[in-house]
Antibody, heavy 117, light 110 residues
Framework: QVQLVESGGGVVQPGRSLRLSCATS????????MHWVRQAPGKGLEWVAV????????YYADSVKGRFTISGDTSKNTLYLQMNSLGPEDTGVYYC??????????WGQGTLVSVSS | QSVLTQPPSASGTPGQRVTISCSGS????????VNWYQHLPGTAPKLLIY???QRPSGVPDRFSGSKSGTSTSLAISGLQSEDEAEYYC???????????FGGGTKLTVL
């Protein structure tokens, strides 16, 4: 069955970097676009970034553009999110999700990122 | 502030029918299909309705969706305690090359 498992979250100081991973299984990773979505404490879901199935197209929310980079390793069936220049506003649970015709048909359980001094 | 507008809360008693609204504009809901997600705290969000009114396999027919113009709604009939969750509408935003979400509606089963 399809599984998405995020990891890499933790506590980090403002201005530092963190890399999240999303290990996938149960489907052909290179055949699907993949997204990152986050939820700040007490807030709703916010889309963060998307990478197309072939990795050539990558788009970002304005709030993370220039600081975050989405990437993937097809040999490991793993999606990544490199997060630089982190600020308190980046605190939240980060989910990876599989794209199917512009909707999210499978999600991971999420990994918590806390940006605090 | 979310691009799509949902009421922050809704409630009902077991067996009742509740409706959650979601409004947008011509650049989002008005020109794309809408999906609904159910999210229980600490769990992975789940696709509940896609393409305005379609249910994925395994979703009970108690859940239904509809769309008219720039507004959409999710209806839950025969409310059950396990329906207590946060519900989000979402649609594609062409200029962003990504989706936009509603702010979420917390459903309480009294």
């Amino acid at each position: 069955q399809v599984q998405l498992v995020e990891s890499g979250g933790g506590v980090v100081q403002p201005g530092r970097s963190l890399r999240l991973s999303c290990a996938t299984s149960g489907f052909t990773f290179s055949s699907y676009g993949m997204h990152w979505v986050r939820q700040a404490p007490g807030k709703g879901l916010e889309w963060v970034a998307v990478m197309s199935s072939d990795g050539t197209n990558r788009y970002y929310a304005d709030s993370v553009k220039g600081r975050f980079t989405i990437s993937g390793d097809t040999s490991k069936n793993t999606l990544y999110l490199q997060m630089n220049s982190l600020g308190p506003e980046d605190t939240g649970v980060y989910y990876c999700a599989r794209d199917f015709r512009r909707l999210f048909d499978y999600w991971g359980q999420g990994t918590l990122v806390s940006v605090s001094s | 502030q979310s691009v799509l507008t949902q009421p922050p809360s809704a409630s009902g008693t077991p067996g009742q029918r509740v409706t959650i609204s979601c409004s947008g504009s011509s650049s989002n809901i008005g020109s794309n299909t809408v999906n609904w997600y159910q999210h229980l705290p600490g769990t992975a969000p789940k696709l509940l309705i896609y393409s305005n009114n379609q249910r994925p396999s395994g979703v009970p027919d108690r859940f239904s969706g509809s769309k008219s113009g720039t507004s959409t709604s999710l209806a839950i009939s025969g409310l059950q305690s396990e329906d207590e969750a946060e519900y989000y509408c979402a649609t594609w935003h062409d200029s962003m090359n990504g989706p936009v979400f509603g702010g979420g509606t917390k459903l309480t089963v009294l």
